[in-house]
């Protein structure tokens, strides 16, 4: 008896994979399969394309990166350069200046003393 009751009350949910289950390959379903296996495919290939960008964009960021630090550095460089460069000049301007005599003009200016 218990075996016939649990037959009669099968839930809702049993009854539709028993049906799915029984189904005949019925063209509708092989027609189907073959298109989710094709989309299966096609998402595989996708997949697969989506890493080798991945792979590249990571290149690439590796190799700006290192053109940044190479940038800064040269950047760091040419500062110091035009820094001790700046500090040449104001020497050599000031070897180059002609001593300026302590007498004044009659108009009340310094007179410079002439370039050798």
Known sequence: MTKAKSQRFRSPKK???LKVKGRSGGGKDEKFIKEIQLLREQ???KEAELNQLREQLKYKNQQLASKDLE???YKKI???KII???A???ELEA???PPISQHKTKRGA???APLP
Do not use: A, G, H, P
């Open 110 to 112: 310094l007179k410079e």
């Open 84 to 86: 001790l460069l700046e």
């Open 88 to 90: 040449k000049i104001k």
């Open 15 to 17: 009854e539709w994979k």
């Open 95 to 97: 070897k180059l200046k």
């Open 78 to 80: 040419s500062e110091e």
């Open 43 to 45: 998402l595989v290939q």
């Open 71 to 73: 940038l800064e550095s």
